[in-house]
């Protein structure tokens, strides 16, 4: 099943739908009264969510069985809003795999598609569509590899994979028309199903990606191609779920992350502790982007596809955030060091071209001093600067190494950001 994995910039505007859940409308952004929205409902049908709900009553003991099974999306002409990156989860239980129901009128998932059933619309073009022409992102999509109902992959798991029936006939011919048709620049694969990398030809279809594919020079690939690849072959590792090492890494890797600290999907009995807080967010960021890692932060809306309240306002404050301090986590690299030694919770991140480090801080020390134990100063050269302040701010050197930065005195309302500040340093060695 392929969906977006991206989340838009949480700085955009606030739509409100007015169209109920089962019929497709319009709706308004509150920011700009006469401004369109389009309202897309993904319901999938009745006969999934049956037999969903006869798998989650067999499986799960003593827990609800009720399945949220529908997600949708929303943009708005002045501004792309969010894309939902999960459709499915049981509540009290991880999210499960998809049962094989493709969001476009795939070719080899006849009369089991959004075409064919519930919206009877190309919700992957759509969402192609306002990507490209409405924003700025790189245009991306998840793919699950294995289907838990599908016959054809309990017979070929009833054979120890032996037997190659379902990536021939399903996975593989939608992998090529997924690539073909809509050519994301990230194609982001999960669910192998305890089948290796073998069984669904991963290395013929990784080929054919890079080599002859319409997305050869941009596409990029995560490493969930089969048991045993994850964290070993791939554009960039995942390893796990909120994986997250804390030291550099010698391969590009991604920290895939939720918002709720328990599930993928939208929680109705989740409780305010369940969520991770702006603060805890930033960290997660600063530390992920100064150890050479992405950050793909994912959210769950409801069963009729409203962005609940607690994920908006995260989104919304991560943006403000990125607002002031981008600067230090767009188009950077690495450092020297990672984390600052002396100091805790000091992340660097640089851009050597223009000969710049930043030093990230996440508390605000008391005495007003900021005591860095890895940069080297240069009187009459290094110069230092807050980000969202604008001016130069006077440092000492410390020996036997390191700089002390004289921080600017502010109010609350005078502070740059709430929630962790950015240092530019120019010229440090």
């Known amino acids: 099943m392929g ?4 989340i838009a910039d949480a700085g955009t505007l606030r739509c409100s739908p007015r169209a109920s859940a089962s019929v497709p409308g319009d709706g308004v952004c509150s920011a700009y009264p006469q401004s369109r929205v ?3 409902p993904v319901c999938l049908p009745k006969r999934v969510q049956d037999r969903m709900e006869k798998w989650a009553k067999k499986r799960l003991s003593g827990g609800s069985s009720e399945l ?3 997600f949708e999306l929303f943009w708005c002409s002045h501004g792309f809003k969010f894309i939902s990156v999960k459709a499915l989860t049981l509540p009290r ?3 499960c795999p998809f049962p094989g129901f493709t969001l476009w009128g795939s070719a080899h998932s006849w009369n089991w598609n ?3 059933e519930g919206p009877k619309r190309d919700i992957v073009k759509e969402l192609e569509v306002a990507v490209r022409n409405r924003t700025d992102l790189h245009f991306g999509l ?7 109902f599908h016959p054809l992959f309990l017979e070929d798991q009833s054979s120890a994979f032996q037997k190659q029936r379902f990536p021939v006939a399903k996975t593989l011919p939608e992998l090529y028309e997924l690539v073909t048709k809509y050519q994301p620049e990230v194609l982001w694969s999960d669910g192998d199903g305890g089948a290796p990398d073998h069984y669904w030809n991963s290395t013929d279809f990784l080929a054919w990606l890079y080599n002859e594919s319409p997305v050869r020079d941009t596409v990029v690939t995560n490493d969930r191609w089969g ?9 960039y590792y995942t390893c796990s779920d909120r994986y997250n090492p804390g030291h550099l890494l010698p391969h590009k890797w991604e920290n895939c992350m939720t918002i709720d600290k ?4 939208y929680r109705r009995e989740a409780e305010i502790g369940d969520y991770l807080t702006i603060e805890e967010l930033v960290k997660q960021l600063v530390e992920t982007v100064s150890c050479g890692g992405n950050l793909l932060m994912n959210i769950g809306p409801t069963l009729d596809g409203i962005i609940p309240v607690i994920f908006e306002e995260r989104l919304r404050q991560m943006g403000t955030w990125l607002k002031v301090n981008g600067e230090a986590i767009y188009e950077t690299h690495t450092w020297r060091s990672q984390n600052d030694t002396v100091t805790p919770d000091v992340w660097y991140t640089s851009k050597p071209e223009k000969k710049l480090v930043y030093a990230i801080f996440l508390k605000w020390p008391i005495s007003g001093k900021l005591f860095l134990g890895q940069p080297i100063g240069s009187l009459g050269e290094t110069e230092v600067e807050l980000l969202g302040h604008g001016r130069p701010l006077t440092w000492t050197s410390s020996k036997p190494s390191g700089i002390v930065v004289e921080l600017p005195r502010l109010s609350v309302h005078q502070m740059p950001c709430k929630w962790g500040w950015t240092l530019a340093l120019t010229n440090v060695t």
């Open 68 to 70: 949220w099974v529908c």
């Open 227 to 235: 048991a045993g690849s994850i964290c070993k072959h791939g554009g």
């Open 93 to 95: 239980a991880v999210c």
């Open 38 to 40: 389009t309202y897309i």
């Open 262 to 265: 328990f599930s993928w999907g």
């Open 142 to 148: 998840y793919y699950s590899l294995f289907e838990w």
């Open 114 to 116: 959004a075409v064919d």
């Open 3 to 6: 969906i977006a994995r991206n």
